[in-house]
């Protein structure tokens, strides 16, 4: 189950993978493995952990839809999400 401020960036990671063959079946498949492998770290924020598995792959959808090919899903979905973290008020 997801707290608040995650249900919130869920929400927005849905309808920002809306068009993309990056959809939430990945980022929930891909979101279960990160907590899994996590467990057997140490000093894991899982708080952290869990926001910024679910922005992963937030900017794939701009990506494709570059015809230019200058939209990098890593750089722009990082700006993206510094943006979403921070309203829900993560440090």
Do not use: W
């Amino acid at each position: 189950m997801l707290d608040e401020k995650l249900q919130k960036i869920k929400q927005i990671v849905e309808k920002e993978l809306s068009c993309s063959a990056y959809g939430m079946d990945h980022v929930i498949r891909v979101y279960h493995i990160c907590l899994e492998i996590a467990k057997y770290e140490k000093n894991v924020d899982f708080d952290v952990l869990k926001a910024i598995e679910l922005l992963h792959d937030i900017a794939r959808t701009k990506e494709y839809q570059d015809t230019t090919g200058s939209t990098d899903h890593a750089v722009l979905g990082a700006k993206m999400a510094e943006k979403m973290l921070s309203d829900p008020g993560y440090p």
